[in-house]
């Protein structure tokens, strides 16, 4: 099966101005320009953990298992430039397909988001066994002159905002992850953030986790979170409200941002981006995570408490 994936391969993967070798030799050659730090990022997703396989499309698979390493290169503020993919494939395939149709569906739906942020898919590598699909990405990108960002530069005073809305992402987001490349590249060009990350397991834990590699606090205003349509929807089916949602859920790939006042003052005025940036809390001296309420007291906020 190797070998005819290998030439199916070799056959659909578009050139890549900076991919020298490609798909076929023991190892991929890419050109690495000289300036510009080399940012590595790597995530595995598996079957019934991170999708239901025999209940999704392949496809939607294969997207998700790339956008969620883009992700992470955007919440570093730096630029795709390639990615290898490992797939460990079911031996008895899936839904009808046999393992080499199945990655052939896998690398279809790579290949439009690879295209879109111009990623050169640059090697990997395929094995089957009896268990269930495993798919393992690294992703490589490149900072820029405005350096990379990163999760631990937040100062007590900075402002937190977040990219998008939250929430929900169960309804079907989690899947069509849309990595914030271009927002967190231009963000990070066109103003002086001081820390940032993106939210994977969801804004409470995430923000906590923001707060302690700053060695400051962050206290959230629970008022202005943007909460996604889907959390709305989903807490009509659950006791959890669209708030709970929007703290807890995972997988809303936003990003969470820190600057000082006047540049976050600055950014959702200018809302320089195609989604909404908003103002959500403050970082604090006190560690740990907050709610911040009227008259800016603060009570302690549970990190992971709104997981249901
Ligand atoms: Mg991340």
Redesign the pocket.
């Known amino acids: 099966m190797e070998l005819e994936l290998v030439r199916w391969l070799s056959e659909n993967l578009p050139p890549h101005p900076l991919l020298r070798i490609g798909i076929g030799d023991d190892a991929a050659v890419l050109h690495w320009p000289t300036n510009g730090d080399l940012v590595v ?1 790597t995530d595995a997703v598996t079957d019934e953990v991170d999708f239901i396989l025999a209940e999704t499309d392949p496809r939607l698979v294969g997207h998700k298992a790339l956008g969620v390493n883009l ?2 290169l955007a ?1 570093m503020a730096a630029e795709p430039v390639a990615a290898v993919v490992s797939l460990v494939l079911p031996r008895k395939g899936c839904g009808g397909r046999d393992g080499k149709q199945l990655a052939i569906e896998l690398y279809r739906g790579m290949l439009p988001l690879a295209e879109q942020f111009n990623v050169a898919i640059a090697g990997g590598d395929t094995n089957s066994w009896d268990g269930p699909l495993a798919i393992s990405i690294t992703a490589l990108g490149r900072a820029t002159v405005h350096g990379p960002l990163t999760r631990s530069g937040a100062r007590p005073g900075d402002y937190v905002l977040v990219t998008g809305a939250l929430g929900g992402s169960i309804l079907g987001r989690h899947l069509r992850v849309e990595p914030r490349v271009r927002e967190g590249l231009l963000l990070n060009e066109r103003y002086e953030l001081s820390a940032g ?2 939210i ?1 397991d969801g804004l409470a834990l ?1 923000a906590s986790r923001l707060a302690a590699a700053s060695d400051c606090g962050v206290a959230l205003r629970l008022d202005q979170i943007p909460i996604s349509a889907d959390a709305v929807k989903l807490s009509a089916c659950d006791r959890a409200t669209p708030l709970e949602h929007a703290l807890g859920d995972g997988e809303d790939f936003e990003l969470l941002l820190t600057a000082a006042p006047e540049v976050a003052e600055q950014i959702v005025r200018e809302q320089p981006l195609g989604v909404p940036v908003t103002f959500i809390g403050e970082c604090v001296t006190h560690a740990g995570l907050w709610q911040m309420g009227a008259e800016r007291r603060l009570t302690p906020l549970d990190a992971s408490g709104y997981r249901h």
């Open positions: 990022t992700s992470d919440a990350m993106d994977s995430d």
